[in-house]
């Protein structure tokens, strides 16, 4: 069956860092998502991505945040300059052309932990 | 975005049936039903959605009322492993996908 992977799988890095979470969709899919969940805590969707820009975008996903498909297979989000606050798991997920019982497939997760 | 409302937390014992209300009572003409499954430190898994009556596939049914302003998860003859956190989301398909937010979702707890 077809996943959605994510690297790497644990990432620790200082406040004020960039870093840069990796994923790569299921190939077909054309939608692309990502989702943070602090620990313990529910799980916020960030960004939508469709057609090379930025479909729709939270409250949460402000100007530290981009996302970018920097070629056919892989999907990105880059977070500037870390913040303690920033400490969660990130979720990649995909799907296919929106279509009615269509399912998001989410990836196995990137732990992030900001010192 | 509709508000769902569900219960917290459930337990219960292997081999029983399993039925998870969701209340929505502001939902939406074009909105779908939507549940997903999230074990421990994975991310959430489709299990099913419905627009209205039932809709059943392999693993679980889920039961819309004709008002539409709950829905419920059946889980037929859980084991241990069903334990997880099963979240109920509510969204209308627009530019392409399921525009939908994650609640807190119900702990469920399989006793062995």
């Known amino acids: 069956e077809p996943e959605v992977t994510q690297t790497p799988s644990h990432q620790v890095t200082q406040m004020g860092q960039e870093v840069i979470l990796r994923c790569v969709p299921i190939?077909?899919?054309?939608?692309f998502y990502w989702y943070r969940q602090i620990l313990g805590q529910k799980v916020e969707f960030l960004v939508s991505?469709?057609?090379?820009?930025?479909?729709?975008k939270s409250e949460i996903f402000d100007d530290q945040f981009s996302v970018e498909r920097p070629d056919g297979s892989n999907f990105t989000l880059k977070i500037r300059s870390t913040k303690l606050e920033d400490s969660a798991m990130y979720f990649c997920a995909s799907s296919e052309p929106g279509q009615v019982d269509y399912e998001q497939y989410f990836g196995p997760g990137t732990r992030l932990t900001v010192t | 975005l509709a508000k769902t409302t569900q219960p917290i937390s459930m337990d219960s014992y292997e081999g029983q049936e399993v039925n998870i209300t969701c209340s929505h009572n502001?939902?939406?003409?074009?909105?779908?039903i939507t549940w997903y499954q999230q074990f421990p430190s994975q991310g959430p898994r489709f299990i099913i959605q419905g627009y209205k009556t039932k809709v059943t596939n392999e693993v679980a049914s889920l039961f819309i009322p004709a008002d539409r302003k709950s829905s419920t998860l059946s889980l037929p003859r859980v084991s241990l492993s069903d334990t997880a956190v099963y979240y109920c989301?509510?969204?209308?398909?627009?530019?392409?996908?399921?525009?939908?937010?994650f609640g807190t979702g119900t702990k469920l707890q399989v006793i062995p």
């Open positions: 989301l509510v969204g209308e398909f627009s530019g392409g996908y399921q525009k939908v937010t």
């Open positions: 991505f469709y057609n090379n820009e930025i479909s729709e």
């Open positions: 502001n939902i939406a003409t074009n909105d779908y």
């Open positions: 190939s077909n899919h054309l939608y």
